[in-house]
């Protein structure tokens, strides 16, 4: 039983004993009035018998007083019934007057107790009959027919008022328990109702959740496809309400999902619903659409409603919404089957930059069972290194010689086909498999050079990609510094290619697993610039000893001089940082004498060479002079 049921318990059974106690007083005021009323004409015998009653009830008013409940109500009715059956041995037997004080007897006993007082006090009141009885009809007893006299009168007047009083208290006890029965009824109609509501209803913000929401989407289906019509349905993410969350707190981010929720029902037509899916997600519910038009301005209301600048806890906050758009029947007809379509088209409006809208696409699952498949493969794949490194040259566009190799992950399938690494990686990323798979390319990196210095390629530096993910568990350094040992490979041969977003991250320990991997004289390059932050401040502090710059700024070079003036800039940022400028993607000669003209330090492209595997690699550098 829990605490509340307990205590709520315990104070129905105190009021219902407190009750009896006052029953008892009363009957015990009531019958000693009566007794005393009717003791002012008794003669006799019955005087006595009065007077004793009386000492009766006063013991028993006195017990009751004290909360002896139980005894007292023994006592009470113990001492009517005794003393009407003396009345009645003492007058006319069986056919005394004070046998109808019986029924009054017990139905005090029907009031003070239980089944147990009750059914103690009818047998004694059945047994004295009886006795009564055997006594007049064995001449123990003989009856004494009274006179009538008022006396008389006035006892049957006691005895009806007495008996009167207790039915009428006993009314009065049956109508408060049958009002207090209609309460608990209307409690537990109410408490139903509330549970209902409940059961149906975001705690949160009072909109409908997934069970009503599935109930609404059914009944609206069923009244578009009677007038021909489609059922949108639209699955709302807020972007970037975590930093909320994290900034104000939970309460504040409550605060404003019930404010922005609050925004955009009071927006919906009456016709539109508006459900909390979960979280920071949130489903529209559009029926009756004619047209795709209709839908494309809903979204673009819904993005415009979710970017508005609301006040929390007196800070203003802006966040915006991707949706994802399903339609019924066109989709599914199910609610489940339309939310997960939609939630797919939410996940690929967030993929193509957020705070907009995508319809539902065949292709989007056939992307999403790929890359289950893909994950399910991923594990034992790394287990058991069936990965394999291609190398891609790096030259020094003054020599032509070759000066490093950028180690490149590839994926052999067994039937001749290549999965690249912009298809596995971010998978190995988002399932942690990213940290043994990088620690398995950094020793096959570090080998593979270790032996070109054998073979006489002695200054040739490898170079291996970096991921974000790869610093999360803290543990790089050490992989970093096994992976030399390893090989044997002296450290400055070995260069880390960074992305814009690693350096720029200014919460966890990346820093000073950067600075600790620094130590060990491990050179950095940063990678892809031009496409990310392109923060000059991080240049300045961080001491990268190369500068990549992305092939999108380069494939257009001797073509078009629309990011001339952008690739020239970076190279001269590299040149006042004493870094130098690597350019990525060099395809064409026009292109590489444009890059010579700007001061361009080294190149990288499948104009000298495509990534090549091991072997061919080696063949590829004994071709070629090394730096």
């Known amino acids: 039983m829990q605490v509340k049921d307990f205590f709520s318990s315990s104070a ?69 019934s005794s003393m009407l059956f003396a009345l009645s041995a ?8 004070a046998m109808i004080g019986y029924p009054g007897v017990i139905i005090f006993a029907a009031l003070l107790g239980g089944i147990a007082l009750f059914g103690t006090v009818l047998s004694l009141v059945l047994l004295q009959c009886i006795t009564l009885t055997w006594l007049i009809m064995h001449d123990v007893v003989t009856p004494n ?41 209307s409690k537990v109609e109410q408490n139903r109702a509330h549970i209902q509501h409940l059961a149906h209803h975001d705690p949160l913000t009072n909109l409908p959740n997934r069970i009503l929401g599935e109930r609404l989407f059914n009944e609206m289906l069923r009244e578009s496809e009677e007038k021909g019509l489609q059922l949108a349905l ?36 009456t016709k539109q619903s508006l459900i909390r899916f979960g979280g920071d997600e949130f489903i529209v519910l559009a029926p009756e659409i004619s047209d795709k038009s209709e839908i494309d301005d809903l979204c673009k209301n819904l993005i415009t409603w979710c970017s508005n600048e609301f006040e929390v806890l007196q800070t203003k906050v802006v966040v915006s919404g991707s949706i994802g758009v399903a339609q019924a029947p066109y989709d599914g007809i199910k609610f489940k089957q339309l939310c ?74 067994k039937d001749g086909s290549m999965i690249f690494p912009d298809k596995f990686i971010p998978l190995a990323e988002s399932s942690g498999l990213i940290i043994p798979l990088g620690a398995w390319v950094l020793n096959q990196a570090c080998e593979f050079c270790a032996k070109q210095h054998e073979n006489g390629h002695t200054n040739l530096t490898v170079a291996v990609n970096l991921s974000f993910a790869q610093f999360k568990d803290g543990t790089l350094p050490a992989v970093v510094e096994q992976a030399l040992q390893n090989s ?12 814009e977003t690693i350096l720029a991250d200014e919460n966890g320990t990346t820093g000073e697993q950067l600075e600790a991997i620094k130590s060990l004289g491990v050179h950095f390059a940063i990678d892809d610039f031009g496409t990310g932050y392109s923060n ?68 990288q492209g499948y104009y000298w060479s495509k990534p090549l595997p091991a072997p061919e690699i080696e063949r590829f550098l004994s071709n070629h002079l090394t730096k």
């Open 536 to 603: 000059l401040n991080y240049l300045q502090t961080f001491s990268a000893r190369k500068l990549k710059i992305d092939r999108i700024f380069i494939n257009t070079l001797g073509i078009g001089e629309n990011d001339a003036p952008l690739v020239a800039a970076i190279i001269s940022i590299a040149d006042s940082l004493g870094m130098k400028a690597v350019a990525e993607g060099i395809e064409s000669k026009p292109a590489l004498e444009k890059l010579i003209n700007m001061g361009c330090d080294l190149g």
């Open 234 to 269: 639209l699955f709302i993410d807020l972007d970037n309400f975590k930093p909320v969350n994290d900034a104000l707190g939970h309460a504040a981010g409550d605060r404003f999902l019930q404010k922005i929720s609050q925004t955009i029902t009071d927006h919906l037509s």
């Open 340 to 413: 997960r379509k939609a939630d797919i088209a939410m996940y690929e409006a967030k993929r193509n930059g957020r705070n907009r809208y995508e319809y539902y696409d065949v292709r989007f699952d056939e992307e999403n069972d790929e890359k289950f498949t893909l994950i399910q493969r991923l594990r034992p794949a790394v287990q058991a290194n069936e990965f394999e490194v291609y190398y891609q040259p790096l030259i020094d566009l003054a020599s032509n010689e070759v000066q490093a190799v950028e180690a490149l992950l590839r994926w052999p399938q």
């Open 90 to 97: 003492t007058g006319a037997g069986v056919f005394d007057i």
């Open 488 to 499: 044997q490979l002296a450290p400055q041969f070995l260069e880390l290619e960074l992305t």
């Open 145 to 185: 027919p009274p006179i009538l006299s008022w006396s008389h009168v006035l006892f049957i007047m006691v005895i009806y008022v007495i008996t009167g009083f207790s039915v009428f208290i006993l009314i009065q006890d049956i109508r408060r328990l049958m009002q207090s029965l209609q309460q608990e009824v």
């Open 12 to 80: 129905k059974l105190a009021d219902l004993t407190s009750l009896r106690r006052r029953r008892v007083i009363q009957i015990s005021a009531v019958t000693g009035f009566g007794l005393f009323a009717s003791s002012l004409v008794a003669r006799g015998i019955t005087f006595d018998i009065f007077l004793l009653g009386l000492f009766s009830l006063i013991v028993t008013g006195s017990l009751a007083y004290k909360y002896y409940v139980t005894t007292s109500s023994y006592l009470l009715l113990g001492a009517m």
